[in-house]
């Protein structure tokens, strides 16, 4: 399937310098509370005041009044209750021993990465990482402490699963058929905050975007904080996993999808027209999108910035970009 064939990469942003559609500059630059105790009166006070003359009483009088107030204030209880429904919730996602990390991989359920206890192997534990390895899932060599840190009886090997099943590239663009609409894309590079994801996922569902693609190395996936953290949209946004993000650029690209990315010196994002199939790529906050798959994007888009700092976090910037294709989208 193809999109937009009305104009032609040249066509629409001419005089550009190359694929990727940055613009050469003349200088060769690319473009309270407050915590009371019970108290008692010591009464026999011979200075007056406001003890002077009261009986004294026993410190024990006061021991159910104390205890009271202590309950009310105590929220250790409720506090250790949510901490371990939360713990419940991640250890449910957490494989350890042989057999049920072979079932999991027999049922082809998604799984985040695989922890080998470093050493040789041997028997059924050579075939579940052989097995792991051929399905692009991480496979981590990790020190025996580390595994024991996580579960104490893990026969050398633990496996994380993804909190959420991921769907396809294709069914992300079916979707977006089904709907009658272009494509309308985010693919991920470099982001590994769980709650980032989760945020961004939920932007995107408001937004009307069709799905996310994620790298399935170097960047977080589909764990129990990033579904929490999305309140939600993941039930109805696609996220699709992949093993190079670069050759998913270049798939959508012969779908006439346009590829940008979203940097600190592209063109303004206010003059690009967004309608048609569309793909925006966010790169983590420190190290951004990688150098190669910035070359692979047709155009290098960036937001204005008017105050000290020079960024925004990622998810706050992948909200922004969203609503200003949402509102281009609208128009077009």
């Known amino acids: 399937m193809v999109y937009r064939n009305e104009k032609s990469r040249e066509d629409r942003y001419p005089g550009k310098n190359g694929r990727n559609g940055r613009e050469t500059e003349k200088n060769g630059q690319e473009t309270r509370g407050k915590h009371y105790d019970a108290y008692r009166y010591e009464g026999g006070n011979s200075s007056g005041g406001r003890t002077a003359g009261r009986k004294e009483r026993s410190a024990d009088q006061y021991a159910p009044v104390r205890k009271q107030r202590e309950e009310k204030r105590d929220f250790r209880p409720l506090l250790q209750e949510q ?14 021993g042989r057999n049920p990390i072979r079932e999991a991989l027999k049922t082809n359920r998604d799984l985040e990465k695989l922890l080998v206890q470093k050493g040789e192997l041997s028997g059924s534990a050579m075939e579940i990482v052989k ?20 579960a104490p009886r893990h026969q050398g090997l633990i496996a994380f699963a993804s909190a959420f099943q991921y769907s396809t590239v294709e069914e992300i663009l079916q979707h977006a058929e089904d709907r009658g ?7 991920l590079d470099g982001i590994t905050d769980p709650h980032n994801l989760g945020a961004i996922i939920r ?14 190395h170097r960047s977080v996936g589909l764990t129990p904080a990033a579904v929490k953290a999305s309140a939600g949209a993941v039930e109805y946004l696609p996220i699709a996993r992949v093993t190079n993000l670069n050759r998913t650029i270049e798939e959508l690209q012969k779908k006439n ?24 790529v966010i790169g983590a906050e420190g190290d951004g999108i990688s150098k190669l798959t910035e070359e ?28 200003r294709i949402m509102s281009s989208r609208k128009k077009g």
């Not at 097995?131 to 990790?142: F, L, P, S, W, Y």
């Open 83 to 96: 901490h371990d429904g939360t713990a419940a919730a991640e250890e449910s996602y957490i494989l350890t």
């Open 131 to 150: 097995t792991a390895k051929e399905r692009k899932i991480m496979v981590q060599v990790v020190e025996k402490s580390r595994l024991d840190d996580i």
């Open 181 to 187: 609409e272009d494509p309308f894309l985010i693919l």
């Open 203 to 216: 932007s995107a569902e408001c937004t009307g975007a069709h799905g996310i693609i994620v790298p399935q």
């Open 257 to 280: 999808i346009w590829v940008y990315a979203l940097t600190m010196n592209g063109k303004d994002y206010e003059d690009v027209d967004f309608t048609g199939g569309t793909a925006v």
């Open 296 to 323: 692979k994007c047709d155009l290098a888009v960036s937001l204005p910035m008017k105050g000290h700092l020079d960024s925004l976090n990622a998810s706050v910037a992948a909200g922004v970009i969203m609503y």
